[in-house]
């Protein structure tokens, strides 16, 4: 059997997430262990299928807004009342979402907490870029690496597993590899907004394609992209397999339509003054 579907890009996020929250790992790891989930759009869904309610205060720190490479206003505020630590030193980063056997932790560091993870433990991740050569693509507004970077390097020797989570809107038709050599504010004379660099990082990311198939057993197949009056950025899907299967797969997508992120707030660029950003102390009116 064969249906289509058109999932808008909230409710990509929203399938994945319940797929990822749902995995026998992750689940074992919110029992027994800790799962460290970053704040972000992919997944913002994450903490209320843990929860039950929606996450409250900073739910995401980068975007790109309709300016251009931004920060959210809750996160930028909270950046210039720490001085900008986060941003010279992300294992300062106190905004991640942190599970300990399935109780909510709030305000830790993140070196505290990366220090304490081990083999049964669990770190989520959205990222900014997917290509077809088995790589994904973390942005990097900060010169010191990013939160991803302290977290890649302490997996290593902690050996907890990393989650790499994003929609197919975030697929590049290029090498990650190869743009990331582009990037950066030592190659950038001028942006809209923060200049960023770009992390290629060797992953298989959990899409829709996947969280489809765990699921509900689909083979989703991606047939066409874009969309307008609010589908803006939309994935046109064949949903393929048994009828059982897919009849379970388009009443979990019937489900969720009209599944919606919280209204972002915009930092004021006349008095933000971020770091490297191409905007800060400027009158934007677009």
């Not at 409710?11 to 460290?36: N, R, T, Y």
């Not at 969720?256 to 934007?284: N, W």
Request: proline share 5%; net charge neutral; hydrophobic share 40%.
């Amino acid at each position: 059997m064969r249906a289509q579907v058109v999932l808008r890009p909230a409710e990509s996020k929203k399938i994945i997430s319940k797929a990822v929250i749902g995995m026998d790992f992750v689940q074992k790891a919110l029992k027994e262990g800790i799962v460290v989930i970053h704040p972000s759009s992919t997944t913002y869904f994450m903490y209320e299928y843990i929860t039950g309610r929606k996450p409250e205060g900073i739910w995401l720190v980068g975007m790109l807004a309709p300016r251009g490479a931004c920060v959210e206003g809750l996160t930028q505020r909270a950046f210039e009342e720490d001085k900008y630590q986060e941003l010279t030193d992300p294992a300062n980063f106190p905004f991640s979402w942190v599970f300990r056997k399935g109780k909510f932790e709030k305000g830790l560091k993140l070196i505290d907490i990366l220090k304490e993870m081990g083999e049964q433990d669990v770190y989520i991740k959205g990222v900014n870029a997917i290509d077809a050569h088995g790589h994904v693509g973390v942005l990097l507004a900060s010169l010191a690496g990013g939160t991803i970077g302290k977290a890649l390097t302490f997996q290593k020797e902690r050996k907890f597993k990393i989650i790499f989570v994003g929609g197919l809107e975030k697929f590049i038709p290029t090498s990650i590899k190869e743009v990331a050599k582009e990037t950066g504010r030592g190659n950038t004379s001028d942006a809209l907004g923060i200049p960023c660099g770009i992390l290629p990082i060797k992953a298989d990311p959990i899409t829709e394609i996947q969280s489809l198939k765990m699921l509900t057993g689909v083979e989703a197949i991606s047939i066409s992209a874009g969309g307008v009056g609010g589908a803006e950025g939309s994935q046109m899907m064949v949903l393929k397999g048994e009828e059982s299967d897919v009849k379970n797969a388009m009443s979990l997508v019937k489900g969720l339509k009209g599944a919606q992120l919280p209204e972002v707030i915009f930092p004021d660029c006349r008095t933000c003054h971020l770091p490297g950003c191409y905007f800060s102390g400027m009158e934007i009116d677009w």
